[in-house]
């Protein structure tokens, strides 16, 4: 069993910048596809990022438009979004998830472990 435990939401101004981190407490973390998703009150959730277990396949969704960095630490069992030039749609909860598989995956029906989510919002 994977626990993933996100941080580093909060309140932020339009154009401002956010870097969430997600840490597993799996020792074998770098065998796991990583992912970001969202989901803003009333909506479904959304894809944001995804990334292989090497890193080097990634995955953006298309609101994403360069604004956001995905990457991940395997010694430090952690993966990180970096987000910038906030917008107010931006606003949303923010979930880390899991998968062992190869490659990366914009499908949320992939991945195996979640997090509880960190909430973020962005102010216009």
């Known amino acids: 069993q994977v626990q993933l435990v996100e941080s580093g939401g909060g309140l932020v101004q339009a154009g401002g910048s956010l870097r969430l981190s997600c840490a597993a407490s799996?020792?074998?973390?770098?065998?796991?596809?990583m992912g970001w998703f969202r989901q803003a009150p009333g909506k479904e959730r959304e894809f944001v990022a995804a990334?292989?277990?090497?890193?080097?396949?990634?995955y953006y969704g298309d609101f994403v438009k360069g604004r956001f960095t995905i990457s991940r630490d395997n010694a430090k069992n952690t993966v990180y979004l970096q987000m910038n030039s906030l917008k107010p749609e931006d606003t949303a909860v923010y979930y880390c998830?899991?998968?062992?598989?190869?490659?990366?995956?914009?499908?949320?029906?992939?991945?195996?472990?979640w997090g509880q989510g960190t909430q973020v919002t962005v102010s216009s």
């Open positions: 998830a899991a998968g062992r598989f190869d490659g990366s995956s914009r499908y949320a029906s992939s991945y195996d472990y």
């Open positions: 799996e020792r074998t973390f770098s065998v796991y596809a």
């Open positions: 990334l292989s277990r090497s890193g080097i396949r990634i």
